[in-house]
């Protein structure tokens, strides 16, 4: 790994310290702060001003128990987390996650990684992110219904449209946020459609908010292809996870005319050479919930492979769009031998230190996920944008707004990484501008 500075060696001596046994979180922190020796040797004000240490430490930590009643009535007991990182620049603002393996340490990492990729969009949001260790994998539609109401029956103490607005995150999607939203609404008696994004078309949600981060992935790589006069058309293009970011990863990168030929889930992935088809896709993982070894058994020209790892299979692009640290040392050196140029991150931190490197190393185009993935939460503050205006735009518009915003994101990544002496690295870039982006505002705001 890069070496530290002292002082900043000492911030994130500190940060461990402080959180023991959080792994994830701490391999975010120490990404961010790797880019910034450049930026305090120009502003030591933020190191003398204790910007490092605070912005480390989230506002606010929520830990609470979530009771629910099984089909078989019997009673269920889950962990549910809130955390309010950073509330500079607007409301916090980030998704719920469900899934087994979840822990402060990951909602802390989500939390701290979202700051940043709020800053990034330009929006006026904070950052923050919840979720419980529930696993929604062959629960039935009552059992979701219920352990989502009483996960909001301590949620709602907490947020609101002017303090705290939740999303989607990995299982949790358009089915969990209806539920979730049913809830706040009883009891509260309020319709605050402003509480919580990824809503439905028929109580306030936005036209492409699901497609927006898997869209938004696909756009923010288009545009580091240009820079080289290249585009998707004819590129191969490899697509890990099948979940929202993924399925609607796997429809841009067709329309700009890539093929994607393999996809995952946690239980292995299918390879189709002549390019995964999209409906089926969606009929499968979004309307049947199946698994993707499934995908193989209804299609002659796929195969299923339940062990070994997707990167194995050649491709001139990679977009990683299941989980964190899916992409391994070994996976990038795949990569790296069949002849991928580039890998933009759809998902949160799903590289590994020692995959970014090599990727570094060896001249791969590379976008961390707080930049590529971005489109998402743009996407939810759109939504934001049409609750308070009690309006409601086209598909068409919202798509350009979110392409926009994505055009503007990846120019600020490259301009930042150019002014401060590392042309196209994408994570430096990102990494310090929207450091500055909240860094200054909390400079502004005093110490509170
Ligand atoms: P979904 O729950 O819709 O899909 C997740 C996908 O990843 C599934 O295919 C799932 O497979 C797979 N997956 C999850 N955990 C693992 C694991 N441990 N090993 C292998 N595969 C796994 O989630 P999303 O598509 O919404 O989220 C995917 C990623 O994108 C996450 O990192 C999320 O934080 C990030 N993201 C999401 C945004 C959004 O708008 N939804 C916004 C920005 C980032 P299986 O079904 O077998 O578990």
């Known amino acids: 790994m890069p070496e530290l500075t002292a002082e900043l060696q000492q911030e994130f001596d500190t940060v461990v310290r402080r959180n023991p046994g959080e792994a994830e979180f701490h391999q975010a922190v120490r990404e961010v702060l790797e880019s910034l020796g450049p930026v305090i040797d120009r502003r030591p004000e933020y190191l003398e001003s204790g910007i490092i240490s605070r912005i480390c430490e ?29 509330s500079a620049l607007g409301p916090y603002k980030g998704g719920l996650r469900f899934h087994p393996s979840v822990y402060l340490g990951i909602i802390k990492f989500l939390g701290f990684e979202q700051v940043f990729k709020n ?7 904070g950052g923050g992110k919840g979720g419980s260790d529930f696993d929604p994998k ?15 029956l301590e949620l709602s103490h907490h947020i609101g449209a002017d303090t705290d607005v939740p999303a989607g995150d990995i299982g949790v999607g358009g089915r969990e946020i209806g539920y979730l939203f049913g809830q706040y609404k009883k009891l509260t008696g309020r319709y605050e459609s402003g509480v919580l994004t990824g809503k439905g078309l028929t109580w306030g949600g936005s036209r492409a908010r699901t497609e ?19 585009s998707f058309e004819g590129k191969k293009v490899v697509v890990s996870g099948s979940g929202n970011v993924a399925i609607y ?15 995952s889930d946690s239980g292995g992935y299918i390879v189709d050479e002549g390019g995964i088809d999209l409906e089926q896709m969606q009929e ?43 992409l391994p040392l070994a996976g990038a050196e795949a990569l790296i031998k069949n ?11 799903p590289s590994t230190p020692e995959a970014i490197k090599a990727f570094r190393a060896n001249g791969v185009r590379f976008a961390p996920g707080k930049a590529a993935n971005a489109g998402g939460v743009a996407t939810s503050a759109l939504e934001m944008q049409q609750n308070a205006s009690r309006d409601s735009w ?18 600020r990544c490259a301009e930042t990484a150019d002014e401060y002496g590392s042309p196209g690295d994408y994570v430096r870039g990102a990494n310090i501008s929207s450091f500055v982006r909240v860094a200054d505002t909390m400079l502004a705001l005093g110490v509170i």
């Open 58 to 86: 989230p506002n606010r930590q929520i830990i609470f128990k979530v009771n629910w009643l099984d089909d078989q009535n019997r009673v269920q007991t889950n962990r549910g987390f809130r955390v309010q990182f950073n």
């Open 119 to 125: 800053a990034l969009t330009g929006m006026p949001i």
């Open 138 to 152: 062959g629960k039935s539609d009552k059992e979701i219904m219920k352990f989502c109401q009483s996960f909001m």
């Open 212 to 230: 927006a981060t898997g869209y938004g992935t696909v756009f923010f790589a288009d545009e580091m292809l240009k820079l080289t006069g290249e």
């Open 249 to 263: 990863a796997l429809e841009k990168a067709q329309q700009l005319g890539g093929t994607v030929v393999a996809m």
């Open 284 to 326: 499968l993982k979004e309307i049947r919930r199946g698994r993707i070894s499934e995908y193989a058994d209804a299609n002659p020209s796929a195969r299923f492979v339940s062990d070994g790892q997707i990167w194995d299979v050649p491709c001139d692009i990679a977009l990683p769009c299941a989980t964190q640290n899916e």
């Open 339 to 349: 002849g991928c140029t580039l890998v933009a991150e759809g998902a949160n931190m």
């Open 394 to 411: 086209t598909f068409e518009y919202t798509e350009e707004r979110l392409k926009e915003i994505m055009v503007g994101i990846h120019a």
